[in-house]
């Protein structure tokens, strides 16, 4: 497995897989790999001649106040990992390697960054577009793999390569849990014992909210009311929120008639998790993410 | 040569051509070719394998007052002229092909647009930005040829190529002019015979501030004033701005110590022309654009 941690040197690497008419699979990543990322690379290895994964834990999508810093790395164990996963080859440029310059150049997305995590983190999915922009270009991937627990993140991404052109074919993945339930994050090392055995309440509040679905309720107030309420009975963590909008366009919807996003996030001590399930109106978890 | 009006054919044709391992050289236009493009055409003939050239009046760069319905179209003389000029394809999508949905993604530059025609057109090069960066991903060049006479255009797509990593190399090619100097425009046709004698002052007053350099003169204001007083005296067109800034920043500069660009636009009845000059601190007008 091959390590470069320069642009100009992935960019030229990537032409010459090009060259050699390889299919690439590629998986965007912040390191510190858990079996969410391992299942990411696992199908990317599936599914294409080479498998590039990057590990680039991006400045721009990080407001003042989070947790750029505190993020969790651990290089050498992602690089046993990604090895184990059948990764060709693991792309790990610098801050100063990705942005060399004042970047002259800003992507804004208008809608569906708004609500949910990018309510309260402004700037966050210009950063993910930015960065996710310049790494489509230096590794050229044929497919490119994201895990549907960052939900709105893939819908954000597929309005990029939709709108943009961008030639690359995004894959949604589904969030890989603990045997509890609780979805797999870099960020759930930062929970104490107990947040950690709280933490579970998150998937059980997601799927209480599609049983009510399942069972005929179809009004989205009253869904997110008793997810609310079911989540503030098992936590002392604070609630973020608990949102239901259409998926992927991350619209209201009065009535649910359409395939949706119920999603919850929570503020623990040292550790901020999001968990979502998107499913249709009768409540069933589809294939078919776009 | 052929013709492809689908954004999702141009896309597949392009990836056939680069499985062939066939190096692109792309030319995009607004259609109305003279000199200026065929030029771009025959260069990007002499360095690559395939030629592209699309043709696309991108209504997002041009404002809500300015010309986009009355620019001129030729549809077939532009074919006639391309084949001849060695062209592979012409890549011709109409505006709902190019914007099927509504756009959520914008690409906006912080500098180097707010100056020269970017003060007077707001958004002007963020259509241009946003435009490029879908024909670059559905046409996938090795080298995308741009004339200097958009010289500001030029710095902007700089801009975005290196900030965003775009595996495309930009070719700067100089301005072909009529042989009394006026640079070849598509505008032109709209200048009406008094204009169009007038309109040669531009370049006249473009040589003549470049040569105040050559003869030592370093200080902008004295060469901006100079040129602005010799095409006051020279034409009836309103004079729209006389600007010199370093290139390609478009940065100011209080001594001509490095690059920089002189310009002129002039405002005619139903034309508004531009014109420039990029030269060094000696008024040498260099091969080394960007």
Same mark, same amino acid.
């Given at each position: 497995?091959?390590?470069?941690?320069?642009?100009?040197?992935?960019?030229?690497?990537?032409?010459?897989? &090009?060259?050699?008419?390889?299919?690439?699979? #590629?998986?965007?990543?912040?390191? #510190?790999?858990?079996?969410?990322?391992?299942?990411?690379?696992?199908?990317?290895?599936?599914?294409?001649? +080479?498998? &590039?994964?990057?590990?680039?834990?991006?400045?721009?999508?990080?407001?003042?106040?989070?947790?750029?810093?505190?993020?969790?790395?651990?290089?050498?164990?992602?690089?046993? +990992?990604?090895?184990?996963?059948?990764?060709?080859?693991?792309?790990?440029?610098?801050?100063?390697?990705?942005?060399?310059?004042?970047?002259?150049?800003?992507?804004?997305?208008?809608?569906?960054?708004?609500?949910?995590?990018?309510?309260?983190?402004?700037?966050?999915?210009?950063?993910?577009?930015?960065?996710?922009?310049?790494? #489509?270009?230096?590794?050229?991937?044929?497919?490119?793999?994201?895990?549907?627990?960052?939900?709105?993140?893939?819908?954000?991404?597929?309005?990029?390569?939709?709108?943009?052109?961008? @030639?690359?074919?995004? &894959?949604?993945?589904?969030?890989?849990?603990?045997?509890?339930?609780?979805?797999?994050?870099?960020?759930?090392?930062?929970?104490?014992?107990?947040?950690?055995?709280?933490?579970?309440? +998150?998937?059980?509040?997601?799927?209480?909210?599609?049983?009510?679905?399942?069972?005929?309720?179809?009004?989205?107030?009253?869904?997110?009311?008793?997810?609310?309420?079911?989540?503030?009975?098992? +936590?002392?963590?604070?609630?973020?929120?608990?949102?239901?909008?259409?998926? @992927?366009?991350?619209?209201?919807?009065?009535?649910?008639?359409?395939?949706?996003?119920?999603?919850?996030?929570?503020?623990?001590?040292?550790?901020?998790?999001?968990?979502?399930?998107? #499913?249709?109106?009768?409540?069933?978890?589809?294939?078919?993410?776009?």
């Amino acid at each position: 497995m091959e390590v470069i941690r320069s642009a100009a040197e992935m960019q030229k690497k990537s032409f010459a897989f &090009i060259r050699e008419s390889k299919t690439i699979g #590629f998986v965007p990543t912040m390191g #510190f790999f858990h079996e969410g990322h391992v299942a990411l690379m696992e199908q990317a290895r599936r599914e294409n001649d +080479l498998v &590039i994964t990057s590990i680039f834990v991006n400045p721009l999508q990080f407001g003042p106040n989070e947790d750029y810093e505190r993020y969790p790395r651990n290089e050498a164990n992602d690089l046993a +990992l990604a090895a184990d996963a059948g990764v060709d080859l693991v792309f790990i440029p610098s801050a100063a390697e990705m942005y060399p310059a004042k970047m002259l150049i800003s992507l804004t997305i208008e809608e569906r960054a708004n609500v949910l995590c990018g309510r309260t983190r402004p700037g966050h999915f210009e950063g993910v577009l930015t960065v996710l922009a310049k790494l #489509f270009h230096l590794i050229q991937p044929t497919k490119a793999y994201f895990g549907m627990k960052d939900a709105q993140q893939f819908s954000v991404v597929s309005a990029l390569v939709d709108n943009l052109n961008f @030639p690359v074919q995004l &894959i949604a993945v589904p969030t890989v849990r603990e045997s509890d339930g609780l979805a797999k994050s870099s960020r759930n090392v930062n929970l104490d014992e107990k947040e950690r055995k709280e933490a579970v309440s +998150l998937y059980k509040a997601l799927q209480h909210g599609r049983q009510l679905v399942v069972d005929g309720e179809k009004n989205p107030a009253i869904i997110v009311k008793e997810v609310k309420e079911q989540i503030a009975s098992q +936590l002392n963590g604070k609630m973020d929120y608990v949102e239901l909008w259409s998926y @992927p366009a991350l619209e209201p919807v009065s009535v649910i008639d359409r395939q949706v996003i119920l999603a919850i996030a929570v503020q623990f001590e040292k550790a901020r998790l999001i968990d979502n399930l998107v #499913f249709d109106e009768r409540g069933c978890i589809g294939s078919q993410i776009r």
